[in-house]
């Protein structure tokens, strides 16, 4: 019995270790929501002659 609650204990820390950084990832996407960019824009894009 001492060998399933051993196995049990393990697999609950590590869904923990993988569980919570991916939740606060998630957490600080959800609340930053794209507000701060990546890197600035510098290139220009070739915008069609009919959209203009």
């Not at 270790?17 to 824009?41: E, N, S």
């Amino acid at each position: 019995m001492k060998g399933r609650a051993g196995k049990r204990k393990v697999k609950r820390v590590v869904f923990l270790v993988v569980a919570v950084p991916v939740l606060a990832l998630l957490g600080y996407a959800w609340t930053d929501g794209g507000r701060q960019p990546m890197r600035d824009i510098v290139e220009t894009v070739p915008v069609p002659e009919h959209a203009k």
